[in-house]
Structures are given as structure tokens and as C-alpha cells.
């Protein structure tokens, strides 16, 4: 294959997946990852991707955000795994604060009947499936609801998180990096990940491999900002250490 049709095909594959990865690329069409880089190198010259660390993004994903319909449906056995792993971090009583994010939601829904919790969240479909729990307190920031995500955010959504203090927030983000930190596709979601991470004492961040080394518009915190990262087995050991060594506990369902 010419390097001309082995880049089409990488563009199609991104364009598909929403993201490729130098390794898998390198495996897939038989090439050295060098290759696979010039390959990337040439496309990002060209405007059809952007580099990204381990791979590229199609142009234009910084601004891309998925319906929450579309979330909700990717990596669902990986997201399963993280929810069922972060029930291990909940307190045996206390508060928690439940970000906007399909991870999250899973987490809400895979509660035990006996838990009994403080649940503070600014999500309506998080809200809605801890609504009727008997053993929750729940209480629902308000705000602007984005339609896209069904999250509340802006002034009113900011100033509720500035007047609590929980236990552990359990946050989600759009892509997550070393180098990038956590980010997000909207400023205004931004600021409320921002200010929910500044109410809790402990950050855990449930985020599917995926997302590692993806870069959006709003970023919203570092790295350092999380206490503990739960993700799945996709990350790789390498990345995975590199996280620890900024001071992020890894577990990887």
C-alpha cells in the first residue's frame, strides 16, 4: 500500500472512531509506528487531523461533542467495569457530588438499595435514577440546562457549588492527559466540573481509556486536581505509571 492510500485510510479510520492510536495503526497495516507518525505528520500538515499524544483526532473534534444518546452507547462494558469499581471509593455514610457524564450516571444506577448518602449532582438523568432511591438524600443544582448533555450549569449552578463541602466528588471529563489535563467541549460546562472539583475534599475521575491524550476546547483542572483515576485495562502501563507519577492513583477495572 502507498503512503498516500494508507493515509486515506487512517483519515477514514478517524473520521469513523473519532480517534486512532500510532500502536494500533502500526499493527494494523503492518508498518513501523515511525511510519505510522509520518503518516499522522503529513495529515496534520494537511488539516485533516490533529496530533494528539499516542495518535490524532479528526479536525475540528476539540469542538466536537456527542448527544448524550451517542454517549451513552460507547464503551459500555468498560464504563460498566469503572462504575462497579468506584462503589469501592463511596463512603459508608456521608456526601458525594455525581458529575454530568455517562460514567457517572452508570455509577448512580449501580447503587445499592442499602446505601445511605448525601448525593449532590447538577446531572437530570443522574437526578432521575437516584430520585426514587430510598436510602438518598438527593438534592439537584439548578441552573441552564444544556440540551445536549441535560446538565445545569452558569451562575446559579456555580454559586450552589460554592456553598458545600462533600466527601468525594466522582467527576467526569471529555479527555484527560499528563500534558493537556482535564478538558471538556463547553466553557460553561467547564466552570461547574471547576467549581463542583474545588466542593469536595477527595477526586476520583471515572473516565474510559478512550479519553486519555483527547483535547477539547475547556480545560478545567489538572491531573493534580484527582486523587484517584479509575479507567480501564485499554490504558497502558506505561501511561498509567506516568499518571501515578504525578501523584494520581490509577486503578484500572
Known amino acids: ?40 505528520k503529513a495529515l496534520d500538515r494537511a488539516g485533516l487531523v490533529r496530533r494528539v ?15 448524550l444518546a451517542e454517549r451513552e452507547g460507547t464503551a459500555a462494558d468498560e464504563k460498566d467495569r469503572i462504575a462497579r469499581a468506584a462503589l469501592a471509593e463511596l463512603p459508608a455514610e456521608g456526601s458525594v457530588v455525581l458529575d454530568a457524564g455517562s460514567t457517572v450516571a452508570r455509577l448512580a444506577a449501580a447503587l445499592p438499595l442499602a446505601s445511605t448518602l448525601t448525593v449532590v449532582t447538577h446531572s437530570l438523568p443522574t437526578a432521575a435514577r437516584l430520585a426514587d432511591h430510598p436510602g ?12 445536549r448533555t441535560r446538565a445545569a450549569v452558569d451562575a446559579w449552578a456555580l454559586r450552589a457549588y460554592g456553598e ?14 499528563a500534558e493537556a489535563g482535564l478538558t471538556t467541549p463547553d466553557l460553561a460546562e467547564a466552570a461547574v466540573k471547576r467549581a463542583a472539583v474545588t466542593a469536595a475534599r477527595r477526586v476520583v475521575l471515572l473516565a474510559d481509556s478512550a479519553k486519555h491524550g483527547q483535547e477539547h476546547f475547556a480545560r478545567f483542572g489538572g491531573l493534580a486536581d484527582v486523587d484517584l483515576l479509575i479507567t480501564d485495562t485499554g490504558l497502558s502501563d506505561d501511561d498509567a505509571a506516568a499518571i501515578e507519577r504525578g501523584g494520581t492513583e490509577v486503578v484500572r477495572a
Open 164 to 177: 458545600i463541602r462533600a466527601d468525594v466528588l466522582f467527576l467526569a471529563a471529555n479527555g484527560f492527559s
Open 53 to 67: 499524544h499516542g495518535g490524532a483526532i479528526p479536525a475540528g473534534r476539540l469542538d466536537f461533542e456527542p448527544d
Open 1 to 40: 500500500m502507498y503512503a498516500p492510500e494508507r493515509q486515506q485510510e487512517i483519515l477514514r479510520l478517524a473520521r469513523d472512531g473519532g480517534r486512532v492510536d500510532v500502536l494500533s495503526l502500526a499493527e494494523e497495516f503492518q508498518v513501523t509506528a515511525e511510519t505510522i507518525r509520518r503518516d499522522l
Open 136 to 147: 438518598i438524600q438527593l438534592h439537584l443544582i439548578g441552573g441552564r440546562v444544556r440540551q
